[in-house]
């Protein structure tokens, strides 16, 4: 009786300031949680889970009280279970250290550990295994590192056409009354023997070059006479030409044509970084060997290279003229032997400047990523 004095003394309800007056217990008894046929480990940890607090509440009220009705320690189990029972909320929480008492000094403490159900996404956040981890960055450098056929067909493209874009070009600067008037002027340049003076050969060879660049019909050379009241120019010089200005207005037309292209390309490959600079050294390479190529031949032998270039693009016969026809009296041998040096020039000087400014540079690729940078 002793002991059940003390316990009803230590099981005393506190005052409850609590003015609602809800202690959080179920209105009905079969809305309580029942204790039978629970195994008492895992009910312990569902009782510990802090995601429950009225739950754990609940269940630790009822198991104290049913251990102070049938615990053996407590001497008079009935009076016990019905002042635990009567002293309400507080007594039920207060009933915790005398049921730990009641149980010995030898019982097992509860388990307590803190059990949790994984989440949802937590399969999301576990790492594959390192082979697959190995594959998947294979395949992504793999990946990274291939090269689409699309921009390499491109930049052979801009290899093969540099040269006759630049060739064009150059020829363009040759055609025009300022080249022909530095030749007029320039000192070693041989005169006329049949009576033209150079403000004759400036203003007849201007008439000569205009034709080949406007869209005038033969009658703009063959109308022209001299002071004499002779034609400027015969027959077979007029035809020559007007062969002359067909072959001119097709280089001229595919030099657009080029031009359009390397647009489109530099368009295509800009987001491609250094693919448009490859292409344009790999023709401006290109461009510098053949040129190379030309000029030695050029040097070994110019008459043959001279017949040679109006075989490719004449017809046989139309373009040879007696020393006192006017075309060669406007355009000597060394007029022609001049110009094909400032074309040679012009080429080999802008295919050097592309090839300085267009060197590839290699570009350094980031440290692949280590397992210890991962972990960090």
Do not use: C
Not at 3 to 22: A, I, W, Y
Not at 26 to 51: C, H, I, L, Y
Not at 111 to 121: F, V
């Amino acid at each position: 009786m002793m002991h059940v004095t003390e316990d009803r003394r230590d099981l005393e309800p506190e005052v409850n300031l609590d003015e609602s007056q809800d202690t959080e217990e179920p209105a009905f008894d079969w809305m309580r949680t029942p204790d039978r046929g629970r195994d008492p480990e895992n009910a312990s940890v569902r009782d510990a889970s802090p995601n429950r607090p009225s739950e754990v509440r609940e269940s630790n009220g009822l198991r104290d009280r049913h251990e102070l009705r049938e615990g053996p320690a407590s001497g008079s189990g009935h009076g016990a279970a019905s002042d635990a029972a009567g002293s309400g909320h507080g007594g039920a929480s207060d009933a915790v250290p005398a049921a730990g008492e009641a149980a010995g000094p030898g019982a097992a403490p509860a388990t307590t550990s803190d059990h949790r159900e994984p989440s949802p996404t937590s399969a999301l956040q576990m790492r594959p295994p390192e082979d697959e981890v190995r594959r998947r960055t294979a395949q992504r450098e793999a990946a990274a590192q291939a090269k689409p056929v699309a921009p390499r067909v491109l930049q052979v493209l801009m290899a093969i056409f540099l040269p006759f874009l630049l060739l064009i070009a150059a020829v363009r600067v040759i055609a025009t009354p300022a080249f022909l008037w530095l030749e007029y002027f320039r000192p070693g340049f041989p005169g006329d023997g049949y009576g033209f003076s150079v403000d004759d050969r400036l203003t007849y060879g201007s008439y000569a070059v205009d034709y080949l660049s406007n869209f005038a019909g033969r009658r703009y050379l063959g109308d022209l006479v001299q002071s004499s009241g002779a034609p400027l120019f015969t027959d077979a010089e007029v035809s020559h030409m007007a062969d002359v200005k067909s072959v001119i207005f097709i280089a001229y037309a595919a030099g657009l044509v080029l031009l359009a292209f390397f647009v489109v390309a530099f368009l295509v490959l800009r987001k491609r970084p250094g693919a448009f600079g490859r292409g344009l050294f790999a023709g401006a390479i290109v461009t510098f060997v053949i040129v190379v190529g030309l000029a030695v031949l050029a040097f070994l032998g110019w008459e043959q290279f001279f017949t040679d270039f109006h075989r490719i693009f004449f017809s046989q016969g139309n373009w040879t003229f007696q020393l006192s026809d006017t075309l060669i009296r406007l355009f000597p041998s060394q007029f022609w032997m001049d110009a094909a040096i400032v074309i040679g020039v012009l080429t080999l000087l802008v295919s050097s400047l592309i090839i300085i400014f267009a060197w590839p540079i290699k570009r350094k690729t980031p440290a692949p990523e280590t397992e210890a940078s991962r972990s960090e």
